[in-house]
Structures are given as C-alpha cells and as structure tokens.
C-alpha cells in the first residue's frame, strides 16, 4: 500500500492564482482531511469529509474548496492565492472516528 | 475551538520523565496524540476513546478523563528519539481538531 499521497510537493504561486493539491488513498478509508500548519504552529482543520460525496467544512475553510467523487481522493483546491495561504498542506485519512489518523507527507506551498 | 496544550516546550535529560497535558471545552469522543518531528509528517502514538478504550503503537501511556475533558501524555525514561513536537488533536462529532503542540527537547 502507497498509504496517503500528495502531490505536489512543492509549489510557489502568485497571488490570485488558482490551483489544486491532489490528495489520493489506497486504504480504502472513509474519512479524509485537510490541515494547514504554519511555521511553527499547530494543525488547523480546513475540510473534512466521511465519505464519497460529503464534505463539510473545519475550522479554517475560507479560500478554499474541496469535493469528493470518490472514496479515494479528495483534492483541495485554492480559489486564488493569497501570501496568508503559504504554508504545510497535510492530507489524512482514516477508516472512521476513533481511529488512527493516517498522514500524507504534506504539500509546501509558497504564495508571492 | 481547538485544545489547549501544555506545557508549550520541556527539554529534557536522557532518562528524565515528562507530561503533555491537554485540555478541550467539548464533550470529546475520543483525544489523539501524535509526534512530528522537523520536515516530516505527524506519526500517531495513542487513541483514548470515551468509554476507557485505548489503541497505541508504542511504549507511551496517557489518561483521559472524561468528565474533565482533559488528556495527559506520560513520556517515561525518555530516550533521544522521542525529542518532536507532539500534538494533541480531539475528535467531537466528526472533527479532528489539534492543539498548538508541544516541543519536546531530549538532550544526553
């Protein structure tokens, strides 16, 4: 199993671009999320979804938007970039609540 | 709203013991923790479920109570390797939400 993947890796914008990082899972899990860490902080919650078709919306869902066609993916895709965007894009997914957290290796973005 | 952490750094002396706390204002159903160190991905440690559940991978015990809403990690004999930031993320309905971390230093 490739577990969690994320692509890019790297990625530098200018402002008002739009863009998509592409999150993919061989895991066959229901629950996928998105998470922004900023130099030094936490994880903040972006979206976040249960299962093919449904997704709701984190703590921090502002700029961006996500969709859910498939249990396997679920891409986060910026409206246009702003500088406050740059950061570290995690993907997860787990099987259901209560369960491990499985991470992707993350997507560093830069927005100019 | 997202859990608070304490303390927000330790550093410690190979051998010594340390405790994460953290703390929510939600009725939790389960409380994570997770250990990230520089440039890469967090990894998971342990799952308390409300209820008294627990899943882990490792050598590392924690509490939660239930009725406080409150999680400690217990780091014991602590080993070189365990130096991260370890992030404490609480699950309330479908939403895993994780707190600032706390940067863990193991010096020899």
């Known amino acids: 199993n490739a577990g969690v993947t994320q692509t890019p890796k790297f990625q530098v914008l200018k402002t008002g671009q739009s863009m998509t990082l592409q999150c993919a899972q061989d895991m066959n899990h229901e629950y996928m999320s998105w998470y922004r860490q900023d130099p030094g902080m936490g994880l903040r919650l972006i979206h976040y979804s249960v299962g093919a078709g449904i997704t709701d919306q984190g703590e921090v869902p502002n700029g961006y938007n996500v969709s859910r066609s498939t249990t396997e993916d679920f891409p986060l895709r910026l409206l246009s970039a702003a500088p406050s965007q740059t950061s570290v894009y995690f993907c997860?997914?787990?099987?259901?609540?209560?369960?491990?957290?499985?991470f992707g290796p993350g997507t560093r973005l830069t927005v100019l | 709203q997202q859990p608070v952490q304490s303390p927000q750094a330790v550093i410690l002396r190979e051998g010594e013991d340390a405790v994460i706390n953290c703390s929510s204002s939600k009725a939790l159903y389960s409380v994570h923790w997770y250990r990230q160190k520089h440039g890469e991905a967090p990894v998971f440690l342990m799952i308390?479920?409300?209820?008294?559940e627990q899943k882990g991978h490792e050598k590392i015990s924690a509490s939660f109570n239930e009725k406080k809403q409150q999680s400690s990690l217990y780091l014991t004999a602590s080993q070189l390797s365990y130096s991260g930031t370890y992030f404490c993320g609480t699950e309330a309905g479908n939403m895993l939400t994780f707190g600032g971390g706390t940067r863990l230093m193991v010096k020899p």
């Open positions: 308390l479920l409300k209820g008294g």
């Open positions: 997860a997914s787990s099987s259901h609540r209560g369960n491990e957290q499985f």
